[in-house]
């Protein structure tokens, strides 16, 4: 059981709009602490995506977003495309465990 | 070229013993901390441990706390973890990842990862 808590998976056609929620707690998305996301295709290195909530890195396409409200934080991706077909990760601080602490994970399939 | 790539796993009983490595190329190693991560099979992403620049600072997660020990040489740009008293539940493919903030507080996240190693803990 993932201390933050993700969809296993979520599903759209080539085009669309999807979101990917990360929900915490009060010892970690809620006490403030920022949260970061990022892509993983099996066997690969994972890539950041969206650190500090909002931000991309230079090379990541602006059809990432990222926002965090209350407990919560969501990705959002626009104009899906055959290439982001992957799994994606949240992370962010824990001040109980007193270490970073991940989602589940989240299993995107572009239709 | 920016990279990272670990060496050293393999299968290993139960109770035993590996030491895996992290070699770090095209950035100023010292100047930065630096994570072990895993993926159990089937599972998702768990943060194992991350050492500050200097090595003067260390965290685990408590899954690991007690058995683990991260280390670096930074003359080697080398980043290592020991891992002792290995269980069945330690099987996973280790990241060597660089960290971006400061291990010391709050805002730390991962913005280059390695290939990872698979660890095998059976008997």
């Known amino acids: 059981q993932s201390v933050l808590t993700q969809p296993p998976s979520m599903s759209g056609a080539p085009g669309q709009r999807v979101t990917i929620s990360c929900t915490g707690s009060?010892?970690?998305?809620?006490?403030?602490?920022?949260v970061h996301w990022y892509q993983h295709l099996p066997g690969t290195a994972p890539k950041l995506l969206i650190f500090?909530?909002?931000n991309r890195p230079s090379g990541v396409p602006d059809r990432f977003s990222g926002s965090k409200s209350g407990t919560s934080a969501s990705l959002a991706i626009s104009g899906l495309q055959a290439e982001d077909e992957a799994d994606y990760y949240c992370?962010?601080?824990?001040?109980?465990?007193?270490?970073?602490?991940f989602g589940g994970g989240t299993k995107l399939t572009v239709l | 070229e920016v990279q990272l790539l670990e060496s050293g796993g393999g299968f290993i009983q139960p109770g035993g013993s590996l030491r895996l490595s992290c070699a770090a190329s095209?950035?100023?190693?010292?100047?930065?901390?630096m994570s072990w991560v895993r993926q159990a099979p089937g599972k998702g992403l768990e943060w194992v441990s991350a050492?500050?620049?200097?090595?003067?600072?260390?965290n685990y997660a408590d899954s690991v706390k007690g058995r683990f020990t991260i280390s670096r040489d930074n003359s080697k740009n080398t980043l290592y973890l020991q891992m002792n008293s290995l269980r069945a539940e330690d099987t996973a493919v280790y990241y060597c990842?660089?960290?971006?903030?400061?291990?010391?507080?709050?805002?730390?996240?991962?913005?280059?990862w390695g290939r990872g190693t698979l660890v095998t803990v059976s008997s």
């Open positions: 009060s010892s970690n998305i809620g006490s403030g602490y920022d």
């Open positions: 050492i500050s620049g200097s090595g003067g600072s260390t």
């Open positions: 992370q962010s601080y824990d001040s109980s465990l007193s270490g970073s602490v």
């Open positions: 095209g950035f100023t190693f010292s100047s930065y901390a």
């Open positions: 500090g909530n909002s």
């Open positions: 990842a660089k960290v971006r903030g400061s291990v010391t507080t709050s805002y730390w996240y991962f913005d280059l």
